[in-house]
């Protein structure tokens, strides 16, 4: 949501509580939040989904190679000869090279941001639904509207970043 969208939801209600929001009830202007929402709530869990399934794989792979390694070392040479010595370096140090990215990277850290923004985004939806379902009045949705716009913009700040080509697949134009 940008500064304009939050500046228009702070619109207060005159006194009967039917001031339109740019020529638009509040229910109406609440249904329009919906889709956004869920793209942002998709997004966030695609993201967490795929920086979860990097962490796993690259730590099977930094196992396996430093399994393998280690056979190597008490292997005593016999199987390979002098090549067993390139091999036994090189596995060596592409585990330290993969370790190390799965390290500094911080996979799962940043999975966890993604997946508290995603059910931050998902309660916020969950809300929004239930207003415009005809549950809440015009008039509460209406006064209710700067709160529900304020506690966006606040997920909106604490939310990482998302790559582009994830919202693409999950709805954003």
Request: glycine share 10%; with cysteine.
């Amino acid at each position: 949501m940008n500064q304009d969208e939050v500046a228009r939801a702070r619109i207060t209600s005159d006194d009967r509580g039917t001031e339109a929001i740019n020529n638009q009830s509040a229910t109406t202007f609440l249904e329009s939040k919906i889709e956004p929402l869920k793209v942002n709530r998709d997004s966030h869990y695609a993201a967490c989904e795929s920086l979860q399934r990097t962490h796993t794989w690259l730590g099977v792979v930094v196992v396996a190679l430093s399994t393998i390694s280690l056979g190597f070392t008490f292997g005593g040479g016999e199987l390979l000869g002098d090549l067993e010595n390139y091999f036994l370096g090189g596995t060596s140090v592409a585990v330290g090279i993969l370790a190390g990215i799965q390290t500094f990277s911080n996979f799962s850290g940043r999975a966890s941001e993604h997946q508290g923004a995603a059910v931050a985004y998902g309660a916020l939806l969950r809300e929004l639904e239930f207003r415009v379902s005809g549950a809440i009045s015009e008039g509460d949705n209406l006064n209710q509207l700067p709160k529900l716009m304020d506690r966006w913009l606040k997920i909106s700040e604490m939310a990482p970043l998302t790559k582009s080509s994830l919202r693409r697949k999950n709805g954003d134009p």
